[in-house]
């Protein structure tokens, strides 16, 4: 007898939860609970790092990621205005700046502004040390692909809008900062957002400029912890430090993207 397809889709279930509950039980009894609670969950190593830990490398972190966002955000916005423009050469250099910065790893960036700028400007610098390069490093590659996020933004606000705005008298700039780019920025919080969770991640890349106890960031310090104790605790911390970060903003992100679903 035939099954109904209802029933099919739950013998399918079924097997799939079995599946996942047999995994779950075969690397339960591999695993060496052991030695997994000795090298990855030592207290005192974990207590150790503290405050040190929050107070310093996640601060950094955050501090990095923050800045860098609000640089590429603002970079990002120019370059999306740049890609719109009816004028030609603003459209080509908007786009070779994002095609050449989203085609390098973020890794390159920081290498070539952190040797790059002495040799091009001898005696120079970026201003604010670490903070500065990490800043303009973030900001550069995050800013590429911002721009083309904001820029489908504004595109996908309906064109009803700048017409409205210029029928009242509004000039094509006032219409777009007043009513177009709020509108465009309400559309793209959850790939921004996405954006803000990349950057986090990316921060770790400023351990390629040098650090000091005071500009160490998160992963820096998991590895100097590491380095030091012979135990992979310190980048169990550090990893819980990160997902402090990235959860709560992903958490965000699903919750805008519903609530744009449902006003949809």
Same mark, same amino acid.
């Given at each position: @007898?035939? @099954?109904?397809?209802?029933?099919?889709?739950? %013998?399918?279930r079924g097997i799939? #939860?079995?599946?996942?509950?047999?995994?779950? +039980? /075969?690397?339960a009894l591999a695993a060496d609970w052991k030695t997994l609670a000795e090298d990855f969950a030592d207290l005192d190593i974990a207590a150790a790092m503290f405050p040190e830990v929050i107070t310093t490398a996640l601060k950094n972190? %955050? =501090?990095?990621?923050? !800045?860098?966002?609000?640089?590429?955000?603002? =970079?990002?916005? /120019?370059?999306? =205005?740049m890609r719109l423009s009816p004028v030609g050469p603003y459209r080509w250099m908007a786009t070779a700046f994002i095609e050449f910065f989203r085609g390098l790893p973020a890794l390159v960036v920081f290498i070539a502004l952190s040797v790059g700028i002495a040799i091009a400007f001898p005696g120079r610098a970026i201003p604010g040390g670490t903070l500065g390069v990490a800043t303009v490093a973030l900001g550069l590659v995050g800013g590429a692909y911002m721009a083309e996020t904001i820029r489908a933004g504004i595109q996908a606000v309906p064109k009803g809008q700048m017409e409205a705005a210029r029928s009242l008298g509004m000039s094509p700039t006032r219409a777009m900062i007043s009513i177009v780019i709020p509108q465009a920025f309400r559309i793209i919080l959850p790939p921004l957002t996405n954006e803000l969770i990349l950057l986090t991640k990316? !921060? !770790?890349? /400023? #351990?390629?400029?040098? #650090?000091?106890?005071?500009? +160490?960031?998160?992963t820096s310090f998991g590895r100097a912890a590491l380095n030091q104790e012979k135990s992979m605790t310190p980048l169990v911390v550090i990893s819980v430090c990160y997902l402090m970060i990235t959860i709560p903003l992903s958490i965000v992100v699903r919750r805008m993207e519903s609530r744009a679903e449902r006003a949809r």
């Open positions: @007898m035939a @099954m109904s397809p209802r029933k099919r889709a739950q %013998v399918s799939q #939860y079995g599946i996942l509950v047999l995994l779950a +039980i /075969v690397i972190t %955050v =501090l990095y990621t923050a !800045s860098g966002f609000a640089f590429g955000l603002g =970079l990002g916005l /120019v370059l999306a =205005l990316d !921060s !770790s890349l /400023v #351990y390629v400029l040098g #650090y000091t106890s005071s500009t +160490i960031e998160l």
